[in-house]
């Protein structure tokens, strides 16, 4: 069963279930080659929760070759049989959705309401692909040639090599898994080492659901052994596809390795999100708005809202709204039900905030509320704040911060608005708030970002696109877009054929 010893990281309150201490390839669960293990720690207390393997380049050319050998025969299956299977590993990750949510509390520190909402967004992307799956086409072209036909085949890309974050341990696994799968791929899941416990636990799942030995592998490394099995997925022939979600620098380095082998690459990469209000926005709504998506995960998801750019008319109005709401966040342990915000993931996210905040205020910003860590709750908690008097020169607009620090700016025209908002070069997501239909349309359109969130902030879900442009990423998640990550297209020419006499 791969059970690991427990440690005091893990409330003793708290019974885990789809804990796993080993790597997960070829259907079994193993050790590294080199017999080392590292340690994951929860960010709540510091505490140790468990061991896993720390893998390196055999271990992930054993996954690789596991792979490989699997995947030919999952992708023959008919569509529905795969669609079924997904549909299956769908069915047990909500079964255990309460399983899956305290895995990711543990581990990645998120609020337990907001874990039982990753899991549900997660195992969406399953369920879509589950019927996508039946709805992979190609197409018959008109012949320009008499005695041809000329056909576009849609084919699964072969292996691919999914490496993924630690803010959101479920869903940015399933996000790639799920068309992978559907599109008749094999994958070697490389899960961030601060969460990789979430990964494992659905694997368990999706050998419980009958998804075939290799088709889905995991491979666990240390921050230290990671380049070197990056590398190694990055580099190999075997390896057809990666699908990368993380910060822009790794991503710019596997987008580096992935030339040896010209892989098809799709990449999920930071964001540095504007929020703008409008003088004509409803001030109340995008005060909500601001405070889910600035808060959401404690500040740490990559479509956070990272400045507020607010219009002079409606600044004051809109900053004592959200100081109010800001104040009234409760902060605690993440297993506690009341929590909305819970401890930043490691003792570098805890240290950018902070230097965020130092910069700001040295640089001539305000802070209102907030700005230190809430040190009685535990090291790596930082309390919920606000800044105004924001300006272009400061950190916490030109990098994301990755925490609970609301930067607020402020600007006179729309012009000025969406200047200052493109002056990036992320563009992964943009929101903004007007009750005005013209500006609607010209901002949205003006917007350099992937994903547009127009008087809404929680924009994302299965059916549709997530991605950026810029330095946020190629390629798109999610939606059918997202399917077609993961298929080749094959023109297939067939000559020879006798026409029809014509009278
Ligand atoms: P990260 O780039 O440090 O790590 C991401 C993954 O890459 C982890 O699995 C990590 O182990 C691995 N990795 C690190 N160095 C590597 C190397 N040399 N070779 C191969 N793999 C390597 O990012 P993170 O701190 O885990 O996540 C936060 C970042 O992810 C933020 O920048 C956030 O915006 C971004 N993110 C983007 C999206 C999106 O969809 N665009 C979603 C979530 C997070």
């Known amino acids: 069963m791969a059970q690991p010893v427990v440690g005091r990281g893990v409330p003793n309150t708290v019974r885990l279930a789809l804990l796993r201490g080993r790597a997960w ?6 050790e590294a080659a080199s017999g080392k293990t590292f340690p994951v720690l929860n960010p709540a207390n510091g505490e140790l929760i468990a061991e896993v393997p720390d893998m390196g380049v055999s271990d992930t050319e054993e996954a690789i070759e596991a792979a490989h050998k699997a995947q030919r025969q999952w992708a023959a299956l008919p569509c529905k049989e795969r669609a079924k299977g997904l549909g299956r590993w769908y069915d047990a990750i909500m079964a255990n959705k309460e399983e899956l949510a305290k895995l990711i509390t543990v581990e990645a520190g998120k609020v337990l309401r907001e874990s039982r909402g990753e899991v549900d967004y997660g195992a969406s992307f399953i369920s879509w692909n589950a019927e996508e799956a039946k709805r992979i086409e190609g197409e018959v072209l008109s012949s320009l040639v008499p005695g041809r036909r000329t056909l576009l085949v849609s084919q699964p890309v072969g292996v691919a090599a999914l490496v993924t974050p630690w803010n959101f341990p479920v869903a940015m696994i399933t996000r790639k898994a799920g068309p992978a799968l559907a599109a008749g791929c094999a994958v070697v899941v490389k899960p961030s080492e601060e969460t990789p416990f979430s990964a494992l636990a659905i694997a368990e799942l999706a ?46 380095l596997l987008m580096a390795q992935c030339a040896s082998t010209v892989k098809k690459v799709s990449l999920e990469l930071g964001g540095n999100a504007p929020l703008l209000i409008f003088n004509s926005a409803d001030i109340d709504q995008a005060v909500a708005g601001a405070m889910a998506s600035k808060f959401r995960n404690t500040g ?68 209102l509320v907030g700005g230190a860590r809430a040190e009685e709750l535990g090291s790596l908690f930082f309390r919920p704040s606000v800044a105004v008097g924001v300006s272009g020169e400061m950190r916490v607009t030109c990098e994301e911060t990755f925490g609970p620090l609301a930067a607020v700016m402020t600007f006179d025209d729309e012009e000025e608005g969406i200047t200052m908002a493109n002056a990036t070069p992320f563009g992964l997501a943009g929101y903004f708030y007007s009750g005005d239909p013209g500006q609607i349309w010209r901002v949205s359109e003006a917007l350099e970002t992937g994903m ?45 054929i006798a026409e029809r006499p014509v009278d």
């Open 452 to 496: 547009v969130g127009v008087n809404e902030t929680m924009i994302t879900s299965e059916n549709t696109i997530f991605g950026g442009m810029k330095q946020s990423g190629l390629g798109k998640e999610g939606g059918r877009y997202g399917l077609r990550e993961y298929l080749e297209t094959k023109f297939v020419c067939m000559g020879g």
């Open 25 to 30: 390839v070829s259907g079994r669960w193993v």
């Open 300 to 367: 740490q998801t990559c479509i956070c809202t990272n400045r507020i750019l607010v219009q002079r008319g409606v600044h004051d109005e809109f900053v004592e709204k959200l100081v109010s709401a800001v104040s009234k966040l409760v902060q605690g342990n993440p297993f506690d039900e009341s929590s909305q915000q819970g401890p930043l993931i490691n003792e570098a996210a805890a240290q950018k905030v902070e230097n965020h905040v130092n910069d700001a205020v040295e640089k001539g910003a305000e802070l």
């Open 207 to 252: 050998h419980e659901a009958g998804i075939p030995p290799g088709v889905f592998n995991v491979v666990t490394s240390s921050r230290d052994s990671t380049p070197s099995v990056g590398t190694t997925l990055a580099s190999s022939d075997l390896v057809r596809k990666l699908s990368f979600t993380g910060s822009t620098t790794v991503g710019k």
